[in-house]
């Protein structure tokens, strides 16, 4: 089976994401196929999470095509393994991101920030990120988002949540 990887090698980081979602901008699917698993370092052991499919429509829009949750756990590097009935069909151009409930009082994916302190590997490792005031109780899969109507803060971070896709000639 070919994977196609997308996103940072997860690793602790000093900071935890936000509970808002979190688009990671820079890093797009090249190739069509099925996502198979989620890598991810947790730093916030009892908040559930959503990790995300997004598709770029016109303008600053964007579609949740689907997501995951990956429960609680413990603080550590972390795998989910996702059920063929669970996977998430994916598309050229795609991206990932995560999202939280509103009442969960932080993020749990380990983050680090341009100007916090990273070891030097991480140099070059950063991506462009946009962060945005919505969380898991207004979204469903299929819905729309447009940044133009949302606050939403433009961001450079290393995020540690890798996607896993079994890649497919078609879809």
Partial sequence: MKLQKLGRQPRDLPETSSNKLVLLLSEKFELPGALVRWDYYRKQPIVPLYASVWRKLEGNKFQLVDYNE??????????????????????????????????????????????????????????????????????????????????????????????????????
Avoid: W
Wanted: hydrophobic share 40%; charged share 25%.
């Fill in 70 to 171: 990956l429960t609680p756990g413990v603080i550590d590097f972390q795998t989910k393994e996702i059920e063929e009935e669970e996977q998430i069909e994916v598309q050229s151009g795609d991206i990932i991101g995560v999202f939280y409930s509103r009442y969960s009082i932080s993020g749990a994916v380990a983050m680090a920030t341009e100007k916090g302190d990273v070891s030097k590997d991480d140099n070059g490792n950063f991506n462009e990120v946009v962060e945005v005031g919505i969380y898991e109780e207004d979204l469903s899969p299929g819905d729309v988002i447009d940044l133009d109507d949302l606050p939403h803060t433009f961001l450079n971070v290393a995020l540690a949540l890798q996607a896993n896709i079994r890649v497919c000639e078609k879809i």
